[in-house]
């Protein structure tokens, strides 16, 4: 080989090292950044999970007590309870965060889901926002990069109508076909003398078997141990017989803790009742206040309205757990509204119709035969129960809490 051309191939070969050098470099920084943004969706994944724990528990609070303050304490409960092992967040939250002026995440609350209106009225949905929290870098600052941060947003409340609901009230309120969906002849705000003694109308109701026949399952189920998910459209058994007593006991763990266990059957955390208690008259089958008929709830010094507002403002009975032994919402009801005018199998059968609400409005003397026949309560637009939502929209009968998109935020 001659001279010149070993000095050309040693030229060729010194050119080479500086371009492997330079893609080595390369390779590298592009493998760093992918170990970095690995992290930083891992950071996002949890971040997203913080903030829908957040929105569901604060959505929650705000149905309980129709508080935004006790919300905005619950998420950052929640924020905190999660904040623990996750580093990127730990290192992001200031010391003494406190609802609402010094809340370092972002909560608004809206009247809607979508649109979500931010300080519409009332507010029965909430959106959580956690915003730029940094992802730890580790590699990518080869590239020049030395900071990525990432965000979640989630939006929870009411969702539409159950039309597969749990843990219902153990009762079938005879509906009215005629009138229809939403409430089947019921008017919201409405005082009934709720009574099983017969009759197919509006007002009349028979116990249901759910899961067992026996008095003491009647018990515990009107007192919440719910052991069915009952749906539209399907048929429910009806317990035959009358049991004043185990009807009364269960009932009334609602209001007072009787003979079974106040950790399983709290009471609510506001149980008081109207004064003088309510009757029926019976001649016209009115529900009465000493000398005055009762048609509407606004007509009692002691209804859902005032129990909405004394929760809201704290003014509990029993405190809430976990310090006291109060439950919210024990005194609201979710019921399957049956058909009782075509019963199927005799009178064991009946055909869920639909779901309604009622808040109890007193307990039930357990001694006479009044204390199966009638159960006072109001009627309500819509509560709060366990099951899945139908496909259509809409504000009235139970629902759960659910999350909702957040068509607001591409971090949702």
């Known amino acids: 080989m001659s001279a010149q051309a070993h000095r050309k191939q040693l030229y060729r070969r010194g050119s080479v090292i500086p371009l492997m050098l330079v893609a080595m470099v390369s390779v590298v920084g592009i493998v760093s950044l992918a170990i970095d943004a690995s992290h930083l969706g891992y950071v996002k994944s949890r971040l997203q999970s913080t903030a829908d724990a957040m929105s569901l528990a604060a959505a929650k609070r705000l149905d309980e007590t ?22 990127e967040l730990t290192d992001e939250i200031p010391a003494g965060v406190t609802c609402p002026q010094n809340t370092w995440f972002e909560i608004q609350f809206s009247a809607t889901p979508s649109p979500f209106v931010a300080g519409s009225t009332p507010a029965r949905y909430v959106r959580v926002r956690l915003s730029d929290v940094s992802s730890d870098v580790s590699f990518a600052r080869a590239l020049g990069i030395v900071d990525l941060t990432a965000g979640a947003s989630a939006v929870a409340g009411p969702s539409a109508p159950l039309a597969y609901a749990c843990n219902v009230f153990p009762l079938g309120a005879c509906a009215d076909l005629t009138a229809g969906k939403p409430f089947f002849g019921f008017t919201p705000g409405g005082v009934y003398g709720l009574s099983n003694d017969g009759g197919t109308t509006v007002g009349k109701f028979s116990f249901l078997s759910l899961g067992d026949n026996g008095a003491d399952a009647l018990r515990t189920n009107l007192a919440g141990d719910y052991k069915t998910c009952l749906e539209v459209g399907k048929s429910v058994d009806t317990k035959p017989g009358q049991s004043s007593g185990p009807v009364a006991e269960g009932i009334n763990t609602r209001f007072i803790q009787g003979g079974l266990p106040a950790a399983n ?29 009762i048609t509407q709830a606004s007509d009692l010094a002691v209804n859902h309205a005032k129990y909405e507002t004394d929760i809201a403002a704290g003014l509990y009975d029993n405190q809430p757990r976990p310090n006291g032994p109060g439950a919210f919402r024990r005194r609201e009801i979710a019921v399957p509204l049956v058909n009782c005018a075509a019963p199927t199998k005799g009178r064991t059968e009946l055909q869920i119709v639909g779901f309604g609400c009622f808040f109890l409005l007193q307990k039930i003397n357990g001694s006479g035969s009044n204390s199966t026949s009638r159960i006072y309560a109001e009627f309500l637009r819509d509560c709060e129960a366990g099951g899945r939502p139908g496909s259509q929209p809409g504000t009235s009968g139970p629902y759960v809490i659910q999350l909702f998109r957040d068509s607001s935020s591409r971090d949702s």
């Open 66 to 87: 129709g508080s935004t303050l006790a919300a905005c304490e619950r998420a950052r409960e929640v924020m905190l309870a999660n904040a623990v092992g996750f580093a």
């Open 265 to 293: 059957y709290p009471p609510d955390v506001v149980v008081d009742e109207p004064s003088p208690t309510l009757s029926i008259d019976q001649n016209t089958g009115q529900v009465k206040q000493g000398a005055n008929v």
